[in-house]
């Protein structure tokens, strides 16, 4: 028997859900390797999403392979209410639009714990 992918648990997270939709709506595969939350900011950059700092996106390149759940676990970190909210507005937003969201999230997130996301071996 195969050991289960860790990360295949935070695939059925609704944030990971909603991220898969939008890819799905632009007519990106979903990755294996990657978490969809993940996967849509890194396609976001690639189709003209700015994230506000240059760290933003060093970040995010870094972590969606050596360290997806710290990545994750950022971008969920505010209470119930803000992550509901959070996915309510990723709903509404073109795919671009959605990762930018997100993309602004991240870097909230980061700017709010600086050498929180520390790097891995």
Known sequence: MFPENPLDRWRLLPLNQLAA?????AGE???????????LMT??????AKPTHRRTAQELLRLQYRGPDEAFICLTSGSAEELLELQGQLIKLSPKSAA???????????KGAPGKLS???
């Open 29 to 39: 595969p979903i990755s294996s390797e990657n978490l969809p939350a993940l996967q």
């Open 100 to 110: 930018q969201r997100l993309l602004d999230v991240f870097d909230r997130c980061l």
């Open 21 to 25: 939709l939008k890819l799905k709506e």
């Open 43 to 48: 396609w976001g950059l690639t189709h003209g």
């Open 119 to 121: 790097p891995r071996g």
